[in-house]
Structure formats: structure tokens, C-alpha cells
């Protein structure tokens, strides 16, 4: 795409700005961003948030080594962690409330919001679950493992569900974002 996705502009901002206001807004107790190495440029824009910043140095680690420095750092009490990816900027942050508030009511329940039945992002965990990543296992494979555990969540927020891969899926982002400011 010819940057990272966490930079790419949406509107007026960066596409990590988006993530993140929604989840300051959104009821989220402590927010880590975990940014891959090469990252300063994302972080500069972040310098003034309250939020913690971690960095993965692996180059071309998969996710899952992110969650685990992040679930690190997690403060003791933390008992779940939403799972957000910088490629889903247009989650809204009364969505991270319904999400937040169906953790508080089945702790031991991974959250899963849906749009029209299709499974979206982000996805709450409970941080005992989230252990079994020091063992190997990816997100999708937990998730597989526990099927009794999983709730999924009905949302009215297509956010959840569009993502930025392609070049494809950002201009579709960017129209989304339009719509729905200009009330379309």
C-alpha cells in the first residue's frame, strides 16, 4: 500500500488516530499500542495521548507476538483485552462500549461483534484465554478451541467488518468515512 496502514490518511488524520479515539471514547480502561519496528512515525503522532506505547523489533513477527507484549503490560487487574487492529479504523466508539459492556456481562466469554452476520474486529478476550498465546497458539486457534466461550455480538456498525488489506478495501474506507460524515 505504500506505507503502513497505521499512517494512511483517512480524512484529516491517520488511520491509527481513528483506532484510538474510538477506544478513548469508548470505555477502554487502559489502551497499549503495540507498533512494529520502523514505527517512529506513528508514534510521533501519538506522543500526547494517555496511552502506553510498546514496539515490536521482530521484523515480520506475526500478530500474536504483538499480543503477547502487550498482554505484558497489561496492568495485574485486567481481567480481558480488546484485540483492535489498525486495519479496522472505522469501528466506532459506541461499538467498543457494546463490546466492553458484553465482557463485563460474561467475563469468561470471548466477544466477537458481527455486521449482518459476518464476524468483525475488535474482539474481547478474557486474559485468562489470551495465556495460551505463550504456547504457541494464534488468536483464530484459541477462538477454535473454545467454542462454548465464544459470544458473537450483533453491531449496526459496519466498521467492524471493513478492513484495509487492498488498495481496494482502503478507497472503499475513504468512501465509508465520507458517507458517513457528510450523512450519506
Not at 15 to 38: D, M, P, Q, R
Not at 68 to 83: D, E, N, S, T
Not at 103 to 132: N, S, W, Y
Amino acid at each position: 500500500m505504500g506505507q503502513p496502514k497505521a499512517l494512511l490518511p483517512l480524512q484529516d488524520k491517520p488511520a491509527i488516530l481513528h483506532c484510538l479515539t474510538s477506544l478513548l471514547h469508548g470505555s477502554v480502561s487502559e489502551i497499549i499500542v503495540v507498533l512494529g519496528g520502523g514505527s517512529e512515525p506513528a508514534a510521533a503522532h501519538l506522543k500526547d495521548m494517555s496511552i502506553k506505547i510498546l514496539y515490536n523489533t521482530l521484523p515480520h513477527s506475526e500478530m500474536v507476538k504483538s499480543v503477547r507484549i502487550g498482554l505484558q503490560a497489561m496492568a495485574v487487574p485486567c481481567k480481558a483485552a480488546l484485540i483492535c487492529l489498525v486495519d479496522h479504523p472505522l469501528v466506532q466508539a459506541e461499538t467498543i462500549k457494546q463490546i466492553v459492556a458484553a465482557g463485563l456481562e460474561q467475563p469468561d466469554k470471548i466477544i466477537i461483534p458481527t455486521f449482518q452476520e459476518r464476524r468483525g474486529h475488535p474482539t474481547l478476550f478474557p486474559k485468562t484465554l489470551l495465556t495460551e498465546t505463550y504456547q504457541g497458539r494464534h488468536l483464530q486457534e484459541i477462538i477454535q478451541r473454545h467454542p462454548d466461550k465464544v459470544v458473537l455480538l450483533p453491531v449496526s456498525d459496519e466498521g467492524v467488518v471493513l478492513e484495509m488489506d487492498t488498495p481496494e478495501d482502503y478507497q472503499l474506507l475513504c468512501q465509508r468515512l465520507q458517507e458517513r460524515t457528510h450523512g450519506h
